[in-house]
């Protein structure tokens, strides 16, 4: 009778944890595969990388079908694909307080090196990861391959394009904003999310659980290391700090990012350190590739200025803006990443023993005026919503020299190629960073047709194409960058091929991309 002995222990576990306990189980015994979600790493350093899994054999229902006691997961880190040359192991708990998630930091690595790791728990083992370290500090290596990538509304389409990020074999994944949507569609998209919006914490594990169980995105995971930041949708839409766009008071909206991060922190390979503390969490960092690459990874969520120059009765962000006639867009003291993160920013920056200084973040800084003609009418929500803030980060980066910076984004949902100058309304304002925004992995855009109507009035912006989904695949040398924009034929077939729209490269030491092929 394995229900009813399960159920025993069930409620033997309840009662304990009820009494503030929680016990261990010895010999842990799962009514399916553990490893349903898989495995992930991130945030490789030169000794070591953080791996992740959650135990769930059932993505579908609340607790992932595991016993609501604390589960001994055993982890192994070897230098070979079969797991004969183990060189790093440990045991950890996974425990229902945090949704049995595992973030381990494995140590006493050898720097830039492919790794391969497994989890264990009772009888069952997870799929083999495979993963790598950085390059010790100040050596310089020939080269960093990564994806860049953001926005997978799982509604949307199929996850396709993370398999042939896999077959790029890139060494880092970058993700940058919407992990997860909490909303749904009412159209006949080709998936459904089969459940409303998220507000409780249990609601959003499982929405992660839901994402996470798609083979594409698990492949892409357990292929390399990833570093992330996220965007709104990861707790709700166009939120500032704690203000939602939907008129929720407060302390409910607290309530809800509290729910929302630590969810999101359960379901991803990060430090942990990085563990939440109520409604807080750090995940802005910096990310060191030897001697050629810094990433400075933000957060321009959680610390942002709400946003501004609203019609009557709207909140979030808007696009009805004329920013022309809007005088508190230009208030100096609002701010898209908070004054703390602004100065760490700029610390990171000016210390960088960096080739490149790449900024990993969620949203194009480069000026997008939707107004053909005079005037200009931009999306509050994003950079164009924060001029004054954005003017302090390029001034920034020009005034004190900072090395090949290139911003990565996302959000928006198409590819942008731009130049990025401190005035981009000044024709002479010159070139001082190169800006990458990738596509989005599945979320729909606007028809390219809008797209070319206000190309002519944003000339900084070298290259734009809305009408694919897909990623931005990268080779970073001393010498160069170069950006392949990979586009997925369509998302609405699950096996559809992905090609090359267009590549750019940026010279070491000259500002701006320029199209190669
Ligand atoms: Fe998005
Ligand atoms: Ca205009």
Redesign the pocket.
Same mark, same amino acid.
């Given at each position: 009778m394995p229900n009813r002995r399960r159920f025993l222990r069930t409620l033997a576990a309840l009662a304990a944890a009820a009494a503030g306990i929680v016990p261990t189980a010895t010999r842990p015994r799962f009514v399916g595969d553990p490893f349903r979600l898989g495995v992930a790493s991130g945030y490789p350093l030169p000794g070591g990388v953080v791996l992740w899994t959650r135990l769930v054999v059932d993505p579908r229902v609340p607790g992932g079908g595991i016993d609501p006691v604390a589960v001994p997961v055993r982890w192994e880190v070897a230098r070979d694909e079969a797991m004969r040359d183990i060189v790093s192991s440990g045991t950890a708990a996974a425990t229902p307080a945090w949704a049995h998630s595992v973030h381990v930091l494995a140590s006493g690595l050898e720097p830039s090196r492919w790794y391969w790791y497994r989890f264990t728990a009772g009888d069952a083992r997870s799929p083999i990861g495979r993963t790598r370290t950085a390059p010790a500090a100040g050596v310089l290596p020939a080269s960093l391959r990564f994806a860049v990538a953001s926005c997978q509304h799982y509604e949307h389409g199929f996850f396709s394009a993370w398999r042939h990020v896999v077959a790029d074999a890139p060494d880092l994944v970058a993700f940058l904003g919407d992990y997860i949507y909490e909303g749904s569609v009412t159209w006949a998209a080709p998936r459904k999310h089969r459940a409303s919006s998220p507000h409780t914490l249990e609601e959003y594990r499982l929405r992660h659980a839901l994402y996470k169980s798609d083979p594409d995105l698990a492949a892409a995971h357990a292929a390399c290391p990833w570093i992330v930041t996220w965007d709104d949708h990861e707790v709700s839409n166009d939120y500032a700090a704690d203000r939602p766009d939907n008129g929720m008071p407060r302390d409910a909206f607290l309530a809800r990012r509290a729910a929302a991060y630590r969810a999101y922190y359960e379901h991803m390979p990060l430090p942990p350190e990085m563990r939440p503390d109520g409604p807080a969490m750090r995940i802005h960092t910096v990310l060191d590739w030897g001697a050629l690459a810094r990433f400075a990874i933000l957060d321009g969520r959680q610390y942002r200025s709400v946003q501004v120059c609203l019609h009557e009765g709207q909140t979030g962000g808007s696009s009805t803006a004329d920013v022309d006639d809007c005088a508190a867009l230009r208030d100096p003291r609002r701010t898209m990443l908070g004054l703390e993160q602004e100065r760490w920013l700029e610390s990171a920056l000016a210390t960088s023993p960096a080739c490149w200084n790449l900024l990993a973040q969620q949203t194009p800084l480069a000026q997008l005026?939707?107004? +053909? %003609? +005079? %005037? $200009? $009418?931009v999306w509050t929500d994003g950079w164009d919503g924060y001029p004054v803030a954005r003017r302090r980060l390029l001034d920034f980066l020009a005034g004190q020299r900072i090395a090949n910076p290139v911003t990565l984004a996302g959000d928006v949902h198409m590819f942008i190629v731009s130049d990025l100058k401190p005035d981009f309304d000044d024709p002479a304002s010159p070139v001082v960073a190169s800006e990458f925004c990738g596509t989005s992995i599945t979320s729909g855009a606007w028809p390219q047709e809008t797209v070319e109507r206000?190309l002519p009035?944003n000339p900084h912006i070298r290259f734009a194409n809305s009408a694919f989904r897909g990623y931005i695949r990268v080779q970073l040398g001393p010498e160069r960058l170069r950006a392949d924009l990979r586009a997925m034929q369509t998302v609405r077939t699950p096996d559809a091929p992905c090609s090359t729209l267009a590549s750019f490269v940026v010279e070491d030491g000259r500002p701006g991309p320029h199209r190669t092929a």
């Open positions: 005026d939707q107004k +053909p %003609g +005079p %005037g $200009r $009418r206000v009035e």
